[in-house]
């Protein structure tokens, strides 16, 4: 399992890119994310939820209440200020991850 520092810290990039892809509603995205990790993210609703309400607060997202199959869901669509935000965060983990890539490669030492 991923650790929940990293968890934490990737939870709007990753809700933000999966909503990119359209839109969905809670239960779906923490079973999507879980699968797609094959397991080493495990959102609970207790997490999800309040990042969910926080994003949209921000503007970042929006949402809609729903009735299909009997059921009320609140599905959740990125905005336009949630794909300029998606764009910057995909910048900010390429540069994360193209400075981790460095500091792990083995030194070179000169003689």
């Known amino acids: 399992m991923i650790s929940k520092e990293l968890v934490a810290a990737s939870t709007v990039p990753l809700v ?4 990119g892809r ?4 809670g239960y779906e995205l ?3 994310i ?3 990790s094959e397991g080493q993210i495990a959102w609970s609703e207790g997490m999800l939820y309040p990042v969910l309400h926080w994003m949209e607060q921000q503007g970042l997202i929006e949402s809609e209440w729903r009735v ?4 009320k869901r609140k599905y959740y669509r990125i905005r336009a200020d949630g794909k300029k935000a998606l764009k910057q965060q995909r910048e900010h983990w390429k540069a994360l991850n193209s400075l981790l890539e460095q500091l792990c490669q083995p030194q070179r030492h000169s003689i």
């Open 30 to 32: 923490t079973r999507q």
């Open 16 to 19: 933000l890119a999966m909503l």
């Open 34 to 36: 879980q699968e797609m």
């Open 22 to 25: 359209g839109e969905s509603y």
């Open 68 to 71: 299909e199959q009997a059921r």
